[in-house]
């Protein structure tokens, strides 16, 4: 038994598309029905459970006549519109069966990382897990335009287990866990354990998934095991006819062993669930002030802005070598920041107003995407 499954008593778990439909793009009731079960088993040992379910877009794939996932973004959101209330519809029949009630919760990138909604996704969350409520979460394909769409579930489900504080996080795919080659290939290994980063060389990971329905694959779902790893989190990873297995604590698939510590949730979101909207290049001095002291952004350190941007929007803050060190939610339109570059805020205060005396990106707004030396 794997004590890091049986002591966790907040757990989310995500299942693809490709292990809730069938290969004409619809969904498999019987695949849904048994995952719910094994989610109302987990509840009844008073583990509470927050479900990252896929399969909205591959859900209204067939009442739409179409064949496969499209890829023009309005075609893909017109099928979440008619698949995710068949999907929620599902889940909701399903889980009553258990006496279970369940709450659907749509996020976008956009929800999590401006700081009142993120406050608010996280109170809501909490507050349905308090009541006894199963959420169901999904991007909110259907409005989310490109910037603010995380790409995958499986990212999704990474930050989410942040989000909740959650002490385990179970990937569910439709192969029972990650090799060491193609599963397919004889002489594949399953590998049971990833302590580090170290344990990951020279293996060959996919990198699409081979379903038509779904936009994950192995990559994506080893780089969510890598955010949530790398704060604390341990994964499961492997198939969902193994669900029941896992969430029980029994070895079945790849267990990724936590490599971090607890990190603050909402700048793990702006680090890996936003794309920057411009650039910011610092000097060396602003580098140092940003990366070790944890100090915020002034006008002062930055030689160069590039990309259209507004205030609150994310920017990467670039070092004298071209390599993005921060990513921060900027307080001025890109327009106004060449004015100020490499002046005091005293002396922009003296000319311009007291308005220009605030930071270009405040310490709590602004994420490491590199380690102090």
């Known amino acids: 038994m794997r004590p890091e499954v049986t002591a966790a008593r907040r757990v989310v778990v995500k299942v693809g598309s490709s292990s809730l439909t069938t290969a004409a793009g619809g969904l498999d009731p019987d695949r849904l029905r048994a995952l719910v079960d094994v989610l109302a088993a987990a509840r009844a040992r008073e583990v509470e459970v927050v479900l990252v379910s896929s399969g909205a877009i591959a859900a209204g794939l067939a009442p739409l006549g179409l064949t496969r996932r499209p890829t023009v973004l309005a075609s893909q959101q017109a099928a979440a519109a008619v698949g995710q209330g068949l999907l929620v519809h599902r889940y909701t029949d399903e889980l009553a069966r258990h006496g279970v009630v369940a709450g659907q919760v749509l996020l976008t990138a956009d929800d999590v990382t401006r700081r009142s909604h993120y406050r608010n996704a996280h109170q809501t969350l909490a507050r349905l897990l308090e009541l006894g409520v199963l959420p169901i979460v999904n991007e909110n ?192 339109d890109a327009d106004e920041l060449p004015a100020l570059l490499g002046r005091s805020s005293r002396e922009l205060a003296a000319d311009l107003g007291a308005a220009y005396e605030r930071e270009v990106v405040h310490r709590d707004d602004l994420a490491l995407l590199t380690s102090p030396v």
Request: proline share 5%.
């Open 141 to 332: 394909d259907t409005v989310a335009t490109s910037e603010i769409r995380f790409g995958d579930n499986d990212r999704l489900a990474a930050l989410v287990a942040h989000l909740v504080h959650a002490d385990l996080l179970v990937l569910l795919s439709d192969v029972d866990g990650l090799y060491d080659g193609s599963p397919d290939e004889p002489g594949s290994r399953l590998v049971e354990e990833v302590a580090a980063d170290a344990d990951l060389a020279g293996l060959r990971i996919g990198r699409r998934s081979g379903s038509g329905v779904g936009t994950g694959g192995m990559a994506t779902k080893v780089e969510a095991a890598r955010i949530a790893t790398g704060a604390a989190v341990p994964v499961v990873l492997t198939s969902a006819a193994n669900a029941g297995a896992a969430l029980a604590g029994r070895p079945v698939g790849t267990l990724f062993r936590p490599t971090g510590r607890k990190r603050p949730t909402r700048l793990l979101w702006l680090a890996h669930a936003t794309e920057p909207r411009g650039a910011l290049s610092l000097d060396a001095g602003a580098v140092r002030a940003v990366v070790e002291r944890r100090a915020s952004l002034l006008a002062a350190g930055i030689t160069a802005v590039e990309g259209r941007f507004v205030a609150g929007d994310p920017v990467d803050l670039v070092g004298p070598d071209g390599v993005p060190v921060a990513r921060g939610l900027v307080n001025f």
